[in-house]
T-cell receptor, first 112, second 114 residues
């Protein structure tokens, strides 16, 4: 069975501080990992996926298979980063990112 | 980017009635759509995969007869909550992948059963 765990439901940092949102997963095969973000009163949207190895809005995430983690990081948080962040896993490599298992989500608040 | 639209955004119904929620891909075709359920302050839980032209695939523990899914066309999937009860009150979200496989989500539909 696949599972995604986000240990922090709430995370609060000050503007300009580094931020790390933790995500751990369990999956027997080769997973595809994603971070989705939901800003206030908006729909869920893709932030980044591990296969792209991109930096989106200053965020990066590295898949660590040894630690089964996919933590989301940003060196200098901005107030506009305040949102709900979901880590998600897809075990179906053919249809990338479709059948997703979501973590519980972390509400990030960046204080001025 | 691609847009997925859900209707209605909010619905209130009496216990025992059925409610239909629509999910449309506005500018792309989707042979597959996904339906999720989200309880307050909890994660999204995948309910079923809607397949155009064939039966939906339900996740374990989801009642097929309770949550009827119809993928009528390449741009429309509907979720019907039959004989709704207060415990069915929830936030229902759909998503659809574009050609590149990126998932786009609807704005969600909040169902309240009195």
């Amino acid at each position: 069975a696949q599972r995604v765990t986000q240990p922090e439901k709430l995370l609060s940092v000050f503007k300009g501080a580094p931020v790390e949102l933790k995500c751990n997963y369990s999956y027997s095969g080769s997973p595809e990992l994603f971070w989705y973000v939901q800003y206030s009163r908006q729909r869920l949207q893709l932030l980044l996926r591990h296969i792209s190895r991109e930096s989106i809005k200053g965020f990066t995430a590295d898949l660590n298979k040894g630690e089964t983690s996919f933590h989301l990081k940003k060196p200098f948080a901005q107030e506009e980063d305040s949102a709900m962040y979901y880590c998600a896993l897809s075990g179906y490599g053919e249809t990338s990112g479709s059948r997703l298992t979501f973590g519980e989500g972390t509400q990030l608040t960046v204080n001025p | 980017g691609a847009v997925v639209s859900q209707h209605p955004s909010r619905v209130i119904c009496k216990s025992g009635t059925s409610v239909k929620i629509e999910c449309r891909s506005l500018d792309f075709q989707a042979t597959t759509m996904f339906w999720y359920r989200q309880f307050p302050k909890q994660s999204l839980m995948l309910m079923a995969t809607s397949n155009e032209g064939s039966k939906a695939t339900y996740e374990q523990g989801v009642e097929k007869d309770k949550f009827l899914i119809n993928h009528a066309s390449l741009t429309l999937s509907t979720l019907t909550v039959t004989s709704a009860h207060p415990e069915d009150s929830s936030f229902y979200i759909c998503s659809a992948p574009d050609r590149a496989g990126e998932l786009f989500f609807g704005e969600g539909s909040r169902l309240t059963v009195l």
